[in-house]
């Protein structure tokens, strides 16, 4: 979504917040990095307390599509979802940028998300294997940093 003077902001909203300190920390510190004419902003929705697995994903998902922006693409992590390496992910988020679609990562809790409730969402794999949702989150905050360095010329800081 663009805002304000030309500031194009990524959204990523997790089920529930991010409690592990390490993961909260790396979240924390690559959202920050992104800067300029950039903004990462994050956020995050409370876990389902419903003991039946399919309607705690149904709920959270429908909790995560709520908080997309309008006019902004929903992008849920999944492991199903399609891969891309870091210059093909730059370049998915910078033409976003240049046509002015907002982009909102959607992080599912530990149930995972409810495909049919995703329908019309872009899904996107970090990785064929399972990861924890508060990993899941750093590393795409570490990668969406990634791509901002990419294409706004920044140097990568280490």
Known sequence: MIWGLGVWEICLVTVGRIKDPGAAALAETYSKR????WRL???SV????RSDAAARRR?????????????????ALDPDGASFD???FSSLLGGMK???????????GAYGLDKAALKGAMTLSL?????????????????????????TGRPYSK
């Open 59 to 75: 709920e959270e998902t429908q909790a995560l599509l709520s908080r997309v922006p309008k006019g902004a693409k929903a992008i």
């Open 127 to 151: 990785s064929p294997m399972t990861m924890a949702h508060e990993l899941a989150a750093a590393v795409l905050c570490e990668q969406i940093y990634r791509a901002f360095t990419l294409k």
């Open 98 to 108: 240049d046509r002015g679609e907002g982009a909102c990562f959607l992080v599912g």
């Open 86 to 88: 870091t210059a093909r």
């Open 46 to 49: 409370p876990a389902s307390k």
């Open 41 to 43: 902003a994050l956020s």
């Open 34 to 37: 992104v800067g300029g004419e």
